[in-house]
Structures are given as C-alpha cells and as structure tokens.
C-alpha cells in the first residue's frame, strides 16, 4: 500500500463513520502504523466525515507531529498505546457509538457471550476504567485489556478497535454497536440468557479453524482464567490485506 492510499482509505472509513454515526461532529480519531516510528493520524478538530487526503497529520512514536498543517488527533496516546501494546495490528479507530456508549453509562457490561456472531468475530468486549478524554489517562486504562482483544469500550466516553488495516479495525467498530443495538432491543423485549460455556467454546473452535485473526475476549463466565483468550487460527487464503485492496480498487474505480 502506498502512503497515498493508505490516505484515501483513512479518508474513507472516516466518511463512514460520519455516516453511520459512530462519530458525529469533530469527534473519533483514525490512524495507520506507517513504520516503526511513523503513524498517519486524523487532525484534531476536523470532522470525519469531510476530510481529504492531504489534511492527515504524520506523528512519531511519542506523539510529535513529524508533518501535516494541523495538529496531532487529542487521542494520539491512547493510538500509541494500542500499537504498543498489539505489534501485530496495524490501525486504530476511536469512536463514540452511541448505544455501546450507553452501556457503560447504564453500568451495563458488553464482555459476557451473547450473540455468536460476535463471539466468533471480536469476543466480548470489555470496558476499561473511567480517563478523562484527551489525556494521557486514556492510554494507561487501555494497555491491559487491548492486549487481550481487538475492541474495548472506554468509560463514559467511546470505543477503541484495532485492526489488520484500517477498514478491518472498521468493520470491528460497526460491530461493537451493532451488538449494543440489537442487545438493547432485545433487552427491553424481555431476558437475554448469555450463551453457554460449550457453545462458547464451539465457537471459539469455528473461529480458529476459519483462521479468525486478532484476538477476542473471553467473559469471566466462560473463561476458567478471566480475561483468558482464545486462540486466534491460521489467516484464511483470502486476507484482509486482499479485501483492503480489493475495496480501495472498486472505489477508485468508482466515477
Ligand atoms: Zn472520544
């Protein structure tokens, strides 16, 4: 991938994110690992959903603007925390989706097994600790748990997800409200029983021999260790990588 269309592609998941509300206004901050010490970051204080390619900011590993005419996203932190923490990812998304938000207001955890689709693609997904927005504290309360799995809700505030590429970590943040949508519904039609130990543990099977990659978090019900994974497989033949390409190519091809 060149450095340009990595660009476009970050430009993109933005305007997507926008779109399906996930970060409304100037809020959420998307980024890429270009190298060791180089990451393409969104701008602080511009919206998502309307941003083209020149306006991304490149940062070093502490966070220090390296070029771009805007400043670094308030959350380059909590990114840099994530990229520490998983050499194996290589996108961040922080966003507010709204109905998982509201899970951690109403004290409500998203980690426990309930919905199999969900289990099988990100696991549960855990909340950290209450951090002021835009501070330091966002990436300490996120190194422990963003170790262990590939979504985590942040107190109060939003959701981080990490990715293989940047519409991956994407298609991870539509998920984690997705699930709090259709909980929430399902919820207010009546008692929403957690998935057994067994069929959780079916699904983590399922998981590793289609080569899920990344890393999902077991809930304390269905882990003997909390916060115990499960193993991630084999990558599939078709990669991420591959569908990454593949949706930059239809969208340049796009009139
Ligand atoms: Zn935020």
Request: glycine residues 8%.
């Amino acid at each position: 991938m060149t450095e340009l269309e990595l660009r476009k592609a970050i430009c993109e998941v933005g305007r997507r994110l926008y779109a399906k509300d996930l970060a409304v206004a100037t809020d959420g901050n998307i980024s890429v690992r270009l190298g060791p010490n180089r990451y393409l970051c969104t701008p602080s204080g511009v919206s998502k959903g309307f941003m083209a390619p020149n306006d991304l900011i490149i940062a070093d590993g502490k966070g220090v603007k390296i070029s771009g005419a805007g400043k670094v996203t308030s959350e380059i932190y909590t990114h840099l925390a994530a990229y520490e923490e998983r050499p194996d990812m290589n996108a961040v998304i922080h966003a507010h989706p709204p109905k998982a938000i509201a899970f951690t207001l109403a004290g409500i955890s998203l980690a426990e097994c309930i919905l199999p689709e969900v289990v099988y693609s990100i696991g549960g997904v855990p909340t950290t600790e209450y951090a002021t927005p835009a501070t330091r504290e966002g990436s300490e309360v996120i190194r422990g748990l963003i170790r262990q799995c590939d979504a985590v809700m942040l107190n109060r505030h939003g959701a981080v997800t990490v990715g293989v590429n940047v519409f991956d970590a994407l298609f991870k943040m539509e998920k984690v409200e997705h699930a709090a949508s259709t909980l929430l519904t399902a919820q207010l039609l009546g008692q929403v029983p957690r998935l057994t130990r067994d069929e959780v543990e079916k699904l983590y099977v399922v998981r590793k021999d289609y080569g899920v990659t990344g890393k999902a978090f077991k809930c304390e019900t269905c882990s003997s260790n909390t916060g115990q994974t499960c193993p991630s497989g084999t990558p599939p033949t078709t990669s991420l990588d591959q569908v990454f390409e593949e949706t930059l190519r239809a969208l340049e091809a796009r009139p």
